[in-house]
């Protein structure tokens, strides 16, 4: 996947000054029709078993932010749609079969505002269907070659991959060890949201431009953007349950404080709080009470923690915009340069 990307030099990093310049992001209609279509052709209403379930998981579709990089990332180094479409399926398959399994891990019985898989169908039920998902993102790989992509570049994928697959797991194993304690290191929490979830949006990106045959120099340039572009994007999930409309995340805004789970705004209150919110602070988090969201939200605003998330936030995403200067001039890298906008308005 190369090497991991530095963070930002200072909080004072000026925005991004050449031409590409972050815009709010307006979805390419033909390409989230085509992927919509896609999933309501593969899981279709009348689906039995393991796809039934999926098909609640998958139908209808989030943002598809995953599969829409890999689209446009195939584009912005001349590749095509038609070839890369079943890899794009297959990465949002194992997004959301993560999302089952993480749903399963944190208890949260609410995703995008509906009930999560196991609260619908049962523990058992979800655990299958994740995994299904999670096979299907190989599988449609292998599509890939039916439509005419080299062997060797879909095998080159198939490694980026599984090898992707293990480090988000790593990632998510070491969320886990974080849990109840709040003396983590910001620079620890940030390499475990590097691996837990920016690395997938990397390789959203690489993918589709090995697929396509593209120049070592400009996947590179991708997987840094995708890189950089995901821990923005992580950073902003994190701060939903503190902003002005919570319920936006469409999923339990106290379910980080509910698990003991330290984030981000939590990490760095705690490091600018004055001693006494410091102090309340841990007492709210560490009592696992839902109730303590609110405490929590007030010294996360009133120590200046949430305006430094948003700022970190900012600087990742203008990081993701510098990878992009590497590429050819087109629509779709105008497109991908966009979606940096997506961190700076974190809806779901």
């Known amino acids: 996947m190369g090497t991991p990307l530095s963070p930002p030099p200072s909080e004072s990093a000026p925005p991004h000054s050449g031409h590409l310049q972050k815009r709010s992001y307006l979805p390419d209609k033909e390409l989230v029709d ?3 279509a896609e999933f309501e052709a593969r899981w279709p209403p009348d689906a039995t078993g393991a796809e039934a379930t999926a098909r ?15 689209l446009h990332s195939a584009q912005a180094v001349g590749g095509s749609v038609h070839q890369v479409l079943p890899a794009a399926v297959g990465l949002e398959c194992v997004h959301v079969g993560s999302l089952i ?15 999560s898989v196991h609260r619908r169908f049962g523990a058992d039920h979800a655990i299958v269907a994740g995994n299904a ?13 039916d439509r005419g992509v080299p062997a060797a570049r879909v095998l080159k994928a198939m490694r980026i991959q599984a090898r992707v697959g293990r480090q988000v797991c790593q990632g998510a194993a070491t969320e886990l060890c ?28 690489r993918t589709g431009s090995v697929l396509v045959g593209a120049r070592s120099e400009h996947a590179e340039a991708l997987t840094r953007y995708g890189e950089a572009l995901g821990i923005a994007f992580q950073i902003r999930d994190d701060l939903l349950p503190y902003g002005a409309n919570p319920d936006v995340a469409g999923k339990p805004a106290a379910s980080d404080i509910r698990n003991l789970r330290p ?4 990490l760095l209150a705690r490091d600018l709080a004055t001693p006494a919110g410091r102090v309340a602070l841990l007492q709210a988090v560490t009592a696992a009470n839902p109730q303590a969201l609110d405490t929590v939200r007030e010294i996360v605003h009133s120590s200046g923690a949430g305006a430094r998330a948003t700022d970190l936030a900012r600087q990742y995403s203008d990081l993701a915009l510098h990878q992009l200067d590497a590429l050819p001039d087109s629509l779709s890298k105008h497109r991908l340069a966009a979606l940096a906008a997506l961190t700076d308005d974190r809806t779901r």
């Open 101 to 115: 399994h993480d749903d399963l891990i944190d208890h949260d019985d609410v995703r995008r505002n509906r009930d």
């Open 34 to 36: 085509l992927l919509r």
């Open 56 to 70: 609640y998981a998958l139908v209808p579709t989030g943002k598809l932010l995953r599969p829409l990089l890999l």
């Open 263 to 266: 984030t981000l705004p939590v």
């Open 178 to 205: 974080m849990a109840g304690h709040f003396d983590t290191p910001v620079a620890d929490y940030l390499e475990m949201v590097r691996l837990k979830t920016a690395i997938l949006l990397a390789a959203a990106c």
């Open 133 to 145: 998902l999670f096979f299907t993102w190989f599988d449609t790989l292998g599509e890939c070659a």
